[in-house]
Every structure is written in C-alpha cells, then in structure tokens.
C-alpha cells in the first residue's frame, strides 16, 4: 500500500541554512521591500524610502515586534531583495494555470504552493474561500520579506496579489503562531466586505507554505504615491476624498468591532479609479481581546502613546494613526521625517510632540488632526464623528475656497484642483 507523501525536509524556502535562533520577529508585521515602482501593497507593507517610518525592520526600525515574538525564519535579520526582478507586465510573468513557469523554476515558495503531488489544505470555518490552485497563474514576486513574499498574478483572469507564508518546520510552536495569524487574517479579509477595503479573493494552506490572495490595486500605496511626488502637496480636494475614503473603511471596520493596528500610508491602496483600499489586516485584532494584545504591533511613526508606552488600548489607536495619515495626506510629507522613528516615538510620549500643522491650514482639518491624536484617548473622536468633519470640510472646499490657494508653510502650496 502507497503511504501518504510526506513534505519533502527543508531548512527554510527563503532563507537558506544559517538560521539564528536568537533573532526573533514579531509574526504580525509585514517584513517586505519593494522591488519595483507601482507595485501593489494589498498585504502587508513594503518599504518605498531609506527614510525608514514605512516597514517593519527598516533602517531606523520604525516598525517594532513584541517581546515574544516567534519567527526567525531568514538568516538576515533585515530585508533581502529577490533574485530577479522581472519588472514587467502581468503579461511577461504569468504561466500556465496551476504550473510553476520557467521564470519561477528557482522559487522555492511558489514551487511549494504550486506543487500538486502535496494536497491543498482546507481553511479552518472558511473552507467556502479556498482557492482553486488550478485557477491561479503565478506572476512574479516585487516584494519579499522575512517569512514570505508577494506576488502579482491572476486569479480567474483577475489581477490579483498574492502573498505566500513560508511555514517554520523545525518549529510546532513558531508553526502554531504563524497558523493562528493566517486563520485571523483570513477571517478578517472574509468578514469585511466595503468598496473601501482591499477585496479577498482567497487563500489555501499548503504542508509547507500558507497563501493568501487579494484584489491588485493598480495604484500602489498612498505612501508610495507621496514619495514619487518628492513631498510636494496634493490637491487639497484629493486629499479630503481620500481621507474621507479611508475615515469611511475604518468606520466600518470599528463598527464590527475590529481594530486595525497599523493603520498608515504604507497600507492604504489606490485603486485605478483613485479610491482607497485599507489593506493589511494581519495584525488586527477582535475589540474585546484588548487586554492580551501586543502593545508594540504597529509603526513608531503613527503609533498611538499608549501602545508606544505597552498601556491598555483600544479603537482609538486607529483615531490616532488617522490623524496622522491625514496630516501626510495634507502636507504630503512623512511624519516626523527628520527624526529615527524611535526617537520619533519618544518625542510622542514623552514631549507630547506632534507633526505640524501648515499655519493656513483649513480649521475644520486643523481641528480633526488635532483631536485625533490627543494623548487622551477618550478625546480622539470615533470614525463616524470624524466622515460628518470631513464631509463639512469637502462642502467648504466646493463652496468658499474654490479658488483659494492652501499654502503649507513647509512644502510648496497646495492646490484645490
């Protein structure tokens, strides 16, 4: 009698042998770099700036793991570039349905995910979003990172993202975290449903690898989208639609009782018809679950004091994250840019420093910013609240503004259209 086939022994699909047991990283942070410009961002974070502020082990190491992080997974405890970068189009990348093309013979992830001698694995409650692996065309990977990578691919003849998670072997209790983390991401991307959220198309578990797949936003990241214009202003219309696209997800997203965690440019899409797509929603977590959470999940530079300082949080911290985004959406610029990221975070807590606000700046906008990254959380309005602020802000815009220029007293000025 043939036996089952056991998953071929490995020492890491990513990272190669010299694996060292005391480097650890928090699973819930995205640990990836850009490999290419217009890449999409829909999970988890690329790094688009030496800069720092926008990944987690960047250079400043803006983005922090908590005290028990599990994953150790590559060798280089920073972020390692792909071997080949294709740079073209879909068109250039993409083989056959359910096959490893020639492009990807070298890439071990893909080989794991696609290889039918090893059985796809149903998802745990969520069995209804597997994904038919005879349906996916692979593209190549623009992004890699400290346990996975992304892809760009198609999906139905859809474009999408894929994001692949190298599962630790020679670890069951690194291997049980990471699962637990891809049945919460998987059970967030299904549960929300709204035009201002990064759509999920599916996701498969494999022996050796996890997979999730996400709609591709063409536009790639708001962040990416400030960096290419060398922070100068965007029109002041723009950045009050886009913030209103983003208030409006993440009211949606509290209202189901979710926290985002991470809220920041780095994860805020742009589709192709300019509207944003909130993505990554590997580290959120439930409301009721505050009190377990990891204090330090998240990025220095939008990061509320009260996880900066491992206190009890809530909701809030995405209030705080929002006031923060809009203030780059505003001025264009990133947040706290001539500072590390941890010296950024220690000015938050401990000098009450904030971005700051142009001097002309509309003071409806003045007055959201500010509320929204009070170090007192109970000041910090709730989504709803800050959609009606924006809303009025948009009508004054429209109305009594037209023509005005918005001068930012550090960047050039900003135009209304």
């Keep these: ?87 073209g189009t879909v068109g250039h990348s993409l083989i056959r349905p359910g096959r490893v ?33 005879r349906k996916l065309n692979m593209g190549m990977a623009f992004a890699q990172g400290a346990f996975g990578k992304l892809y760009r691919g198609t999906y139905n003849g859809e474009d999408v ?11 069951p209790e690194k291997a049980q975290v990471m699962e637990q983390q891809f049945q919460q991401e998987v059970m967030m991307l299904a549960t929300l449903k709204h035009p201002n959220i990064v759509r999920f198309i599916g996701a ?11 709609e591709y936003a063409k ?38 009782g979710f926290i985002h965690r991470d809220l920041k440019s780095d994860n805020l899409l742009i589709a192709a018809d300019r509207s944003i797509k909130i993505a990554d929603f590997g580290v959120a977590r439930i409301e009721v679950q ?51 990221a941890v010296q950024a975070a220690f000015a938050v807590v401990n000098k009450g420093v904030r971005p700051v606000i142009p001097n002309d700046c509309l003071p409806v906008l003045s007055e959201i910013m500010t509320h929204c990254w009070d170090t007192n959380p109970e000041v910090r309005p709730p989504f709803a609240d800050i959609v009606r602020m924006l809303e009025d802000a948009e009508t004054e ?11 930012c007293c550090m960047t050039q000025p900003m135009t209304i259209d």
């Design 204 to 214: 498969c578990r494999k022996p050796m690898v996890w997979c999730i797949v996400t």
């Design 161 to 171: 993202a894929i994001k692949i998670l190298e599962r630790p072997e020679n670890s």
């Design 101 to 133: 093309g020639h492009a990807l013979n070298d890439d071990a992830l893909a080989q794991a995910l696609m290889d039918s001698r090893y059985p796809t694995e149903g998802l745990a409650n969520y069995d209804e979003w597997t994904i038919d692996l």
């Design 1 to 87: 009698m043939i036996g089952k086939m056991e998953p071929p022994k490995f020492t890491g699909l990513i990272g190669g042998n010299n694996h060292n047991d005391n480097n650890y990283y928090d699973l819930t942070q995205g640990f990836y770099h850009k490999l290419g410009e217009g890449t999409n961002m829909s999970i988890d974070s690329l790094q688009t700036s030496n800069a720092g502020g926008s990944v987690s082990m960047s250079v400043d190491n803006s983005s922090v793991g908590s005290n028990d992080s599990l994953t150790h997974i590559l060798s280089h405890p920073g972020l390692k570039p792909v071997s080949h970068n294709y740079g």
């Design 397 to 407: 815009i429209m109305t009594t503004v037209r023509k005005a220029r918005f001068r």
């Design 290 to 340: 505050t009190e377990g959470m990891t204090p330090e999940t998240g990025t220095y530079r939008w990061m509320a004091p009260e996880m900066i300082q491992h206190r009890p949080y809530t909701q809030k911290v995405d209030v705080y994250s929002f006031g923060i985004v809009l203030w780059e959406l505003i001025t264009g610029m990133l947040p706290f840019q001539n500072m590390t």
């Design 219 to 256: 536009g790639g990241s708001v962040r990416q989208f400030l960096t290419r214009r060398q922070n100068r202003s965007v029109p002041l219309k723009l950045a009050v639609k886009q913030a209103l696209d983003v208030a409006r997800g993440m009211a949606y997203v509290h209202r189901l």
